[in-house]
């Protein structure tokens, strides 16, 4: 059974930094290329980054670009989000999501399973 568990929400004052993480089982992790996607009150869902296999191509939604750094840890099943100066308009909740097939940008990301969430609240 695959499984995505998202830790490290919170809430922050604008300017502030979270570290998101994702511990993933039940599937090849290293096979899959893997995503953050986010969803704010009364919005649809927003990909906000992609990362491939190997973690050594990232991609960023221009709202966050600059900002946000995407990372994985294949050995640990883990993937990581760094949120840097945050802005209110982050405020949303945080998904994990696994691809399933291949990013090919500039294609939209197809996922087939998602965490949880963890929740990003950025006010002051």
């Known amino acids: 059974e695959v499984q995505l568990v998202e830790s490290g929400g919170g809430m922050v004052q604008p300017g502030g930094s979270l570290r998101l993480s994702c511990v993933a089982s039940g599937f090849t992790f290293s096979s899959y290329d893997m995503s953050w996607v986010r969803q704010a009150p009364g919005k649809g869902p927003e990909w906000v980054s992609v990362i491939n296999t190997a973690g050594g191509r990232t991609y960023y939604a221009d709202s966050v670009k600059g900002r946000f750094t995407i990372s994985r840890d294949n050995a640990k099943n883990l993937l990581y989000l760094q949120m840097n100066s945050l802005k209110p308009e982050d405020t949303a909740l945080y998904y994990c999501?696994?691809?399933?097939?291949?990013?090919?940008?500039?294609?939209?990301?197809?996922?087939?399973?998602w965490g949880q969430g963890t929740q990003v609240t950025v006010s002051s």
């Open positions: 999501a696994k691809l399933s097939r291949l990013y090919e940008p500039p294609k939209a990301p197809t996922y087939d399973y």
